[in-house]
């Protein structure tokens, strides 16, 4: 492999919570009477849980202040934080654990970059915690995808520049950061076909072909 390192995505790279994400939105959406579905949930891939809010209240009807904003997001990420404390190990599929395995058998450094705030608590709940050489994620930046800042914090972190590294995504929020960064993509899931990535992947395991 030509990289000395790849930053993966968390949520839909590396594990699933997309639904559970459209769960606690859609039972903050249903409380407060704000039309909400799977097909508007997709505009919320990829981008902070701020934007993701102001994203559903643009159908309330009304303007909220800061202050019931904040409460409305602490609601929906305590929602969150509930459905996820069901998951375990047993969310990695075999393809997810083999491709990790293999890659840590290399002198490839592996990071994380997500614009969560809980990807500690994640991590922890797959069994993955201090498996990483470097996590940036949405505690310890200030922008969210489409900007590169998590990319660049999680490379900072790896010690490497970005030419060197390469990022694994699948929304087109983060393929988009990837590329304003200066790092190569591997593109999967929704974004697989996005003609910004440099590979596209069926599945996690065709990294190991690059």
């Known amino acids: 492999m030509k990289y000395q390192g790849i930053i993966f995505d968390l949520d839909g790279v590396l594990c699933s919570t997309d639904e559970y994400h459209y769960r606690a939105w ?5 409380r407060l009477n704000i ?12 981008v902070s849980r701020m934007q993701s809010l102001d994203i559903i209240l643009e159908k309330a009807g009304r303007a909220y202040s800061e202050q019931e904003k904040a409460a409305f997001a ?7 934080r509930q459905l996820l404390g069901g998951m375990s190990p047993d969310d990695l599929t ?27 608590f994640i991590l ?4 993955l915690s201090g498996f ?3 996590v940036a994620d949405g505690n310890c930046i200030t922008h969210s995808k489409p900007h590169p800042e998590v990319f660049l914090k999680a490379a900072e972190l790896l010690g490497l520049p970005p030419r060197d590294c390469l990022v694994v995504e699948d929304a087109h929020a983060g393929v988009e950061a990837a590329s304003a960064g200066g790092f190569d993509c591997a593109a999967m899931g929704d974004a697989k076909d996005d003609p910004r990535a440099a590979y596209h992947l069926k599945r996690l395991s065709d990294l190991l072909k690059v």
Do not use: Q, W
């Not at 859609?26 to 249903?30: G, N, P, T, V, Y």
């Not at 602490?74 to 969150?80: C, D, I, P, R, S």
């Not at 922890?124 to 069994?127: A, K, T, V």
């Open 35 to 46: 039309p909400f579905d799977r097909e508007r949930n997709n505009l919320l891939r990829g």
């Open 94 to 120: 075999e393809d997810v654990r083999r491709t990790l395995r293999e890659l840590r058998k290399t002198a490839v450094r592996l990071a994380i970059g997500s614009s969560s705030k809980n990807t500690p």
């Open 26 to 30: 859609k039972a903050l959406a249903d």
């Open 74 to 80: 602490e609601e929906k990420n305590a929602l969150y």
């Open 132 to 134: 990483f050489d470097a």
């Open 124 to 127: 922890e709940r797959l069994g």
